[in-house]
């Protein structure tokens, strides 16, 4: 807090804030990454963004988030897997493969983020999720 008080218009502050709000209090960390993007349009804000949104179930402004993160950003590998996940939630296997491969092909290598991710658990039996995940190790 101190430091948004010192430096209000650094957006880098609101989104370290909203990362350490973000399991203790979701909607002060969306108001935080809310805050960051009107200072700028930051990639880890707009995904941290997408991942909250996902976790209260809107996903249509989530996948924005997270498709706005890739056009700021292509090689923000993270937003690939926000958006496997997002997908995975809504049950949209062809999506969550999709972007789960990309995820993995643009190096993610996350393995214990993709075995804990419970999103994921249903798929976990699966061949396609198999091979992907060797890929990663």
Known sequence: DR????SPQNAGHYIDRGVIRHGIDPTGAL?????????????LARNNRAVLLAEQGEYTK???DAER????????????ATLAEIYAQMHETEAF?????????????????????PAFQPY??????????????
């Open 31 to 43: 108001d935080d990454y809310s805050a960051a993007l009107d200072i700028q349009d930051h990639p």
């Open 97 to 117: 493969y999709k972007y789960l491969e990309l995820a993995v092909r643009h190096y993610y290598d996350d393995v214990l983020e993709l075995l804990e991710t």
């Open 3 to 6: 430091l948004i008080d010192i």
């Open 69 to 80: 993160t890739l056009e700021l950003d292509a090689t923000h590998t993270i937003a690939y």
């Open 62 to 64: 989530a996948i924005q």
């Open 124 to 137: 976990m039996d699966e061949p396609t999720f198999q091979s992907m995940l060797k890929r990663t190790i």
